[in-house]
């Protein structure tokens, strides 16, 4: 067991992601490492936000592997690339549509390797590239200067299945979508508004239908 002081505490560096605008509003500058967990019902923006989040790191310097599992390289994923406003002659984001844990292992331990890891969705991740939630948690641990953020289905409002939960559980940011809004609700603290509106008539749209059936905008409560 390794114990730390104080000082030891205090002497610890740690390395932020320096959001700006309206990104910063949102979830403030978050450690360059650790789980991320981005979480919500189909067709409520998860993929565009995590496409724009992907965008808004390497616009910021950030080497980016994008794991497009579900979606591949179909032409519904290079619309939804298009529509957030990549391109090639100005962002360097690379994909890859299958991956083992060893593969991905391996890939990480390279140097220049990406900094930010996204996987589409944790679980295809778990379920047809067979990785386990231990070996999630064990690359977060071995590559602690490295961010690995997941994308996850949910039942209901947790989300699905018992390797999506485990991760969930490591990881410090969790973010809600519903309605086009991305709502940081995880530990530790977010940005001074605490969401992001991923796609502004979207979310209009949806919050002034719901506010009409429901008569009030229907908030996520943390259930963890």
Known sequence: M???SLKNLEDIRHEYIDFDGEWYQAFGRPEK???WIIYGKSGQGKSSFALQLARKLDEMGM???YLTLEMGGSTDFLESVRDVGMRSDINRIIFSDDTTFEDLDGY???QRSADVIIIDSVQ???DQ?????????SLRKKYPRKVFIFISHVDGKEVEGQAAYRVKRDSFKRI???GFKATFVGRGKGGPRGFFIIWAKGYQEYHLKN???NGTEEEHQETD
């Open 2 to 4: 390794k114990v730390w």
């Open 33 to 35: 490492s650790g789980c």
């Open 63 to 65: 080497r980016v592997l």
């Open 108 to 110: 990480l331990g390279k």
């Open 124 to 126: 295809y991740f778990t």
């Open 129 to 137: 590239c067979g990785v386990k939630a231990d070996e999630i948690i």
């Open 176 to 178: 809600y979508v519903q």
């Open 211 to 213: 506010i009409e059936i």
